[in-house]
């Protein structure tokens, strides 16, 4: 381009920004062309997928329709809805609203607690990074694993060590899993124990990406500590939130692990989910079709309270 602001043409008669632009394009198109010659290159993820994933997600399906147990034999017959109709006809009830009981008081717990710890720790507290390390360990363990620490915790009289401080303290022993309730709260409190790191960290990378002007200038007009948390840091933990609630809802409602651990469902069921049903059916029933169903039926429903769940909470986000 000249000192004029008029563009030169170069010798071959073409102005140099149509040459930049003509390189650009072909550059694209090389890297558009470079990604569809190496499409093959998904194949053996896809077949992996494909054979890990879906081929048993269609036997399910199908599984589901069936009379398949152990007592089969040859090919399962197709039953139609029977499978469907002895789950609501069994002792499937109790344990969906089981389910839900625990779900609600599992997302609750960990979005108030992980919340509190991430503005804690999102604040000048001596040893933060040490304290943030301590509460997000243990998500680092399997779930199983932290059930049975928690079940030799809470074990039974002369086994757990709760109830040997109790004898060390003179008092009587308690059998905190053999009561429904309380082991319904140790189930609760060995969840929360383990999961509220990951929501402190969500909430945390959500905090630190609130600019410190704006609370500063709701301080200067006048603005408590709540007010400024209310109307400034909550609007903008919005993503932090809707991601917390979503992961909590369908984390909380197919927990098996610590539940298969510390009570196996028991006593006398009272402490059966969905989930651990599930497993019931398949494992000591060998009632492969109704197992399946009931699975259907739990994918389905987390499907569709997740749907919701998300729709509300995006338009909220929207509004916010």
């Given amino acids: 381009m000249s000192s004029s602001g008029v563009e030169v043409p170069t010798r071959s ?4 920004v149509a040459k930049e632009l003509a ?8 890297v558009r062309s470079v990604g569809r010659d190496l499409w093959w290159l998904i194949l053996p993820g896809a077949a992996v997928y494909l054979y890990v994933v879906v081929v048993p997600t269609v036997q399910g399906l199908q599984a589901a329709f069936t009379d398949w147990s152990f007592a089969t034999v040859g090919a399962p017959n197709f039953t139609g809805l029977e499978n469907f109709t002895r789950i609501f006809n069994s ?23 992980g919340l509190a710890l991430a503005l804690l720790f999102n604040g000048r507290v001596f040893g933060r990074n040490v304290l943030r390390t301590i509460v997000f360990a243990p998500m680092v363990v399997s779930s199983l694993v932290v059930g049975y620490l928690f079940k030799y915790i809470f ?4 086994v ?9 303290l003179g008092q009587g022993p308690v059998d905190f899993l053999g009561n429904p309730t309380t082991a319904m709260v140790i189930i609760i409190v060995t969840i929360l124990w383990q999961s509220i790191g990951g929501n402190m960290v969500i909430y945390l990378a ?11 200038a709701a301080a200067l007009d006048g603005a408590g500590y709540w007010k400024r948390f209310w109307f400034v840091v909550r609007p903008l933990l919005a993503p932090a939130i809707t991601i917390n609630l979503m992961l909590g809802l369908i984390g909380g409602l197919k927990i098996f692990d610590q539940i298969f651990a510390l009570t196996n469902g028991g006593p006398g069921n009272q402490t059966q989910t969905i989930a651990t049903l599930i497993y019931a059916y398949f494992s000591q029933y060998a009632d492969y079709g109704r197992s399946a169903a009931l ?20 338009r909220q986000e929207r509004n916010s």
Avoid at 13 to 16: A, I, K, L
Wanted: without cysteine; hydrophobic residues 50%.
């Fill in 23 to 30: 390189k650009s394009a072909r550059k694209r198109s090389r």
């Fill in 155 to 158: 074990g039974p009289p002369g």
């Fill in 160 to 168: 757990g060590g709760v109830n040997q401080v109790l004898a060390a």
């Fill in 13 to 16: 008669g073409v102005p140099p």
């Fill in 91 to 113: 002792d499937a009830g109790p344990a969906v609203f089981r389910t839900l009981q625990l779900a609600f008081v599992v997302v609750v717990g960990q979005n108030v607690i």
């Fill in 295 to 314: 699975a259907l039926l739990l994918a389905v429903g987390i499907a569709i309270l997740s749907i919701i769940q998300f729709s509300v909470l995006r």
């Fill in 206 to 216: 959500g905090l630190q990406g609130v600019p410190s002007e704006l609370e500063e």
